[in-house]
Structure formats: structure tokens, C-alpha cells
């Protein structure tokens, strides 16, 4: 039963009520009813206005000070679904002063919320502190049990059960590299609530309160001499659609399980205005119960931070840097003999095995190492990093997100005389240089939507109240002119063609022509990539991977799969394309995006691993 303030002031159970006690009361009441509309209830859960919660408490001879907490603005995803919020659970206080038979009292409290007694009796002992929580955020049975313990008054009027809002993620693990984590003391370490912590906390407010009395009477609470109210933190909008979420993280799951792998990173975006739809990466975690993971887990986000050799799916970019410059044109041939000698290494061919004359599409096409190479060393050291730079590696993509790497890139200007034309010929086939899945996208993206380098971004919309404030798309620059990307997109719509063999055949025995993405035109680059480690390469380990967007002709998303160290899986056509294909495929039909009426395969066959 809630007792009302009046009711506490005339009834107490037998118990004198002494001047000071009444006026204590009386101040208690005039904040809640003045600030929060809120009952202080004597062993009751009560309801708090706006979920605020009282803040740490300093006290001097005749004043009092205390924080008023501000609610932690709500995060959503793009259509609304609740991804952090907050909950209001019962705290424990209690007012020392007010305690009787502190002895017997902390060996029944102690055992309730998981504390030692000798610690529980030390603070109800203690007769100079007027509140103290004892607890916080206990489980609502518990409280019950704690209402119940002390109904009776035997241990005094000190004891009090005050909800304070608790942070709560209602969908668990989902998107939880994305929302991130605020901590037990309301600040955000991760993920959005770390980046725009300063927004979503809110400004606190304050109370200063007078009391009366001297050094031999006990102090009287007059009233509040100052009180400014807390202002609520901002609620956001991500980006994030939780349908592409969910099938990201579900294909996560599936690939990481059949694949044995020891991670992964699947990212989908909105390839013209940058919106990041779905970000999934291994392993995952539930912010709700963040301190039982490794800090690296909790405050690493593996899309932005991890760097990797993007091996063949390089090739897109260079071939792109080339006919920008003028460099070559797409009927430009170059012999692949398999392997070529260059500064005394060999490089060879996956396979060692030569592909004859090669155009950029072709080397896409077959994955040759050996053409890419001698494209990357038309184009030239000056305009080949002039291009890797404006198209953002090497450097953070600015996202909303906190720990983003920059990646590796052996800038000439950086070496000097160290760097070698070596490292152009490497970097020309994606070995050599290191990026983030997160660069890498936006880089791809920028092909997808005719020459524009996008800011990537996960938060949509701010909102105070009911006013709320679009985030506006961001052009970072023109990297390349859109008949370059036409070209550019018609080679790798055939590429994907081709990669189809490896879908259908197995299943259906049939190597006839079929479409990747049934009905749809789709681009997409397959990548297999060592491992850097100690200055070399580990032998026993690769990251497949694909990148590209759908559809061709107007795409919608652009997609990057990563999978780290398959354990099944030698190539990146084996590992990534199959996610590739069921990804795009459900999201043709999410977005409601209709089949080309007059698609037809180009009757391509699969040129080998890639």
C-alpha cells in the first residue's frame, strides 16, 4: 500500500515522530511534489517523475546539495525499435540516524543484495550518515522481500526503496556493436552511446537546500533555497534497419558455424548517402551484461578497428584509378604469362598458371595477379596513392563511431628512399597495404553510386522532445567521374555472373548459365588475402571475402563480407559469395526492388579461385 506524505507524519507505528524528523519529511516531500511530482515512500517502490534519479549528495553545515540526474536519451533504430532505454529498478537507501538495531538489521539485509554484513553494518551504524545507498538496482522480488522484512518499523523510519533509472538494451546482442554501452554510472563506453555521449546524457540539475539549527541542536530542513531542473538527453534514430540487421547477424552466425571461423564482418550500406543499414561482426556480446565479456570485446567494434590485406578485391579500385587517369582505357591488353619477375621476386598467379591477354576486365574477371600488377605500374606511383588517398585509405572514414582505425598504406612521401616500386606492384593486387572493412565499403560505394566518396554514418535523426532533427548525408569529395564507374560496374556485373557456377552447380549438377541473384543484375569482387604476422605471412591461414553492390544499373546497397581464417573454405569465392548471394537476394526482396523484366546472364564461365 503506498502511504501518503500526511499519513507518514501522523502514524508511525507507535514511534514518536520528533520535530526533526517531521521537517525532514516535509523538505523530502516539498522536492518530489516541486521537481518530480514523486511520493518518498517509507519501504515502497514509488513512482519517479520522468525516471530521475537523485544524484550524489554533499552536505556542509547549513546546506545541502544535491545532483538532479537527467533521463539518458532513448536509442532506436530507423523505424522506431526501441535498442537502449531505460528501466526504472529499486535502489536501497538509508538514513543511518533513523536505524535501530543496526546489528540485526545488516545480517538480514546482507544476504539480499549480495553484500557482507560486516561491510552493511559499518553504514547503519554510522550516525552521521543521513542517506546512503546501500544498494543498488535490486531485483524487484528482492524488494518485495525487503518491504516485507521491515513493514513492521522495528528497525526504524530510515530505510527507503527508490527506483533509479537503469540502463536496459531490450534486444540483447542485437546491434550491440552498433548502440554500444553505457555503464553502471550512466556513461556511454562504447559504440553510439560513447560517440554522442555528451548529447544523450542530458545536463544535470541541482538542489541546494537551508537548514536551521547550531552547533547543540539538531539541524531543522527549512526548504529549497535553489533548484535548477535537469534537461533529458537527446533520443537518436540510427540508420540501422533491424530487418538487414537481423539477416546480417543471422549469416553471421551461419557462416561463422559452417565456416569454423575464428571472426567475421558483414556490413551493408546505403551506397548514396552512406547510411550503414546493417553492421554485423564476430564475436558478438549482450550490452546488458557487459562487464561478464573481455573489455576488448566490449569496447572494439571489428569493422572499424581491424585492419586487413584486402587482397583481389583490390583490383576494382586499381582498375578504377587507371581509367580514371587516363592511365589505360578498358580495351587496354597486357600479357599474363602466370608469373613475371620484378626486383628479385617472383609473383605469380594463384595458381602460377598464365591467362594469356588480359583487358581490366578480363584480370577481374580470371583474378590475375600478374595484369594487375602491370596496370598498377601504368598508372604510376604519384597517381596511384594521389587516388588511394581520395578515396579515403589510409585514413578514418569519420563514421559516428569511437576506435576507428586508419589503416596501412605505405605513403611515398612518408618512406622516402625506403619505399620501393615494389610496393606499388604488391598494393596493385591488395597485398602490401591494410584496410578496414568500413574503408573499404565506403571506397566501393563510391563506385555504386557514380564517383561520390559518402561519410558513412549510423545516426539518422536527433530528437528533444517531439522536435527532431535529421542527420544530412555528407559528400566528402568526387573521386571519379561516372563513365568511369559505368564501365567500372559492367565489369564486375559480368564477374558476378560468373561466380553463379559456384552456387548453382554443386546444388543442381546443372553449369548452365544462371544468375546469381535470380533476376537481378548484381556486381560484386571476390578477395583471398594471407594473414600478415611477425613481417610475414601465415601459411595455414586467409581472410575470404567479396564486396560489391546490387542492383547494377541503380544500386541500393553496397555489401562487404569478410571472413576470418575459414577453416573450410580456401578462397574468398568459397567462403564470402554464398553469403554474398543469400544477403542480396533477401534484400532485392525487403526493399521491394522488382527484377529486371529483360535480365539475361552473359553465358560467362567461372575463370577459378579468387
Not at 552536505?59 to 545541502?64: A, G, K, N, S, V
Not at 529483360?598 to 564461365?605: A, D, F, L, S
Request: charged share 20%.
Amino acid at each position: 500500500m503506498v502511504i501518503d506524505a500526511m499519513a507518514q507524519l501522523t502514524a508511525s507505528r507507535g514511534t514518536p515522530i520528533t520535530r526533526s524528523r517531521i521537517n525532514v519529511l516535509l523538505l523530502l516531500v516539498a522536492i518530489m511534489t516541486v521537481l518530480l511530482g514523486q511520493q518518498l515512500v517509507k519501504v515502497q517502490v514509488y513512482q519517479q517523475h520522468k525516471g530521475r534519479q537523485l544524484g550524489t549528495m554533499a552536505q556542509d553545515e547549513l546546506t545541502r546539495h544535491e545532483v538532479l540526474q537527467p533521463r539518458r536519451g532513448t536509442i532506436y533504430d530507423r523505424n522506431g525499435v526501441a535498442l537502449a532505454m531505460n528501466v526504472n529498478m529499486p535502489s536501497l537507501y538509508v538514513d543511518s540516524t533513523q536505524i535501530k538495531e543496526p546489528e540485526k538489521l545488516a545480517l538480514l539485509l546482507a544476504p539480499l543484495i549480495n553484500k557482507d554484513p560486516a561491510e552493511v553494518l559499518a553504514i547503519l551504524s554510522d550516525k552521521e550518515r543521513e542517506w546512503t545507498r546501500l544498494a543498488r538496482w535490486i531485483a524487484v522480488d528482492t524488494a518485495q522481500q525487503i518491504e516485507k522484512l521491515t513493514a513492521d518499523g522495528d528497525f526504524g523510519a530510515g530505510i527507503w526503496l527508490i527506483p533509479e533509472a537503469q540502463r536496459a538494451y531490450p534486444q540483447g546482442e542485437f546491434a550491440s556493436r552498433i548502440v554500444g554501452v553505457a555503464n553502471h554510472e550512466g556513461v556511454g563506453i562504447s559504440g553510439v552511446e560513447a560517440y554522442y555521449d555528451e548529447e544523450i546524457k542530458g545536463i544535470s540539475g541541482k538542489l541546494q537546500a537551508e537548514r536551521s539549527g547550531s552547533a547543540d541542536q539538531q539541524p531543522i530542513w527549512i526548504a529549497p533555497k535553489e533548484i535548477v531542473e535537469p534537461q533529458d538527453g537527446i533520443a537518436v534514430k540510427l540508420t540501422i534497419d533491424s530487418t538487414v540487421q537481423k539477416l546480417v547477424e543471422d549469416e553471421l552466425r551461419r557462416v561463422v558455424d559452417e565456416q569454423q571461423a575464428e571472426g567475421a564482418t558483414i556490413l551493408v550500406m546505403d551506397p548514396n548517402n552512406g547510411e550503414v543499414l546493417g553492421m554485423a561482426t564476430w564475436p558478438v556480446y549482450d550490452p546488458n551484461k557487459y562487464t561478464d565479456y573481455p573489455a576488448e570485446i566490449v569496447n572494439r567494434n571489428n569493422a572499424l578497428t581491424d585492419v586487413y590485406e584486402p587482397g583481389s578485391t583490390m583490383k576494382v579500385i586499381v582498375t578504377a584509378i587507371g581509367l580514371q587517369t587516363g592511365a589505360f582505357t578498358p580495351d587496354t591488353v597486357v600479357h599474363d604469362g602466370g608469373v613475371v619477375h620484378r626486383y628479385g621476386w617472383d609473383i605469380g598467379n594463384w595458381n602460377r598458371a598464365g591467362n594469356g591477354p588480359q583487358t581490366p576486365g578480363q584480370m577481374l574477371y580470371n583474378s590475375s595477379n600478374v595484369a594487375a600488377l602491370q596496370f598498377g605500374e601504368m598508372i604510376g606511383r604519384d597517381n596511384f596513392y594521389k587516388y588511394l588517398k581520395l578515396f579515403g585509405y589510409g585514413q578514418q572514414t569519420g563514421i559516428d563511431l569511437g576506435g576507428e582505425g586508419e589503416g596501412i598504406v605505405k605513403w611515398p612521401e612518408d618512406l622516402g628512399d625506403e619505399w620501393t616500386d615494389l610496393t606499388l606492384d604488391q598494393n596493385s593486387f591488395g597485398q602490401g597495404i591494410a584496410v578496414t572493412p568500413m574503408q573499404h565499403v565506403a571506397a566501393i560505394s563510391a563506385i555504386a553510386n557514380g564517383g561520390l566518396l559518402m561519410w558513412p554514418h549510423v545516426v539518422r535523426e536527433k530528437c528533444q522532445g517531439a522536435q527532431c532533427e535529421p542527420v544530412k548525408p555528407r559528400v566528402v569529395r568526387r573521386v571519379l567521374d561516372k563513365p568511369v564507374t559505368d564501365a567500372i560496374r559492367q565489369m564486375m556485373t559480368t564477374n558476378a555472373e560468373h561466380y553463379a557456377n559456384l552456387i548453382w552447380g554443386p546444388s543442381t549438377g546443372n553449369w548452365a548459365d544462371q544468375p546469381l541473384v535470380p533476376g537481378y543484375h548484381v556486381s560484386a569482387k571476390t578477395g583471398t588475402s594471407q594473414i600478415a604476422v611477425n613481417g610475414g605471412y601465415d601459411n595455414n591461414a586467409v581472410i575470404g571475402s567479396v564486396i560489391g553492390f546490387a542492383p547494377s544499373d541503380n544500386p541500393r546497397i553496397s555489401i562487404l563480407v569478410k571472413i576470418d581464417r575459414p577453416k573450410k573454405a580456401q578462397w574468398g569465392i568459397e567462403a564470402a559469395i554464398p553469403v554474398y548471394q543469400r544477403v542480396v537476394t533477401k534484400l532485392m526482396s525487403h526493399f521491394r526492388i522488382p527484377p529486371d523484366p529483360n535480365y539475361k546472364t552473359e553465358g560467362q564461365v567461372i575463370g577459378g579461385p579468387q
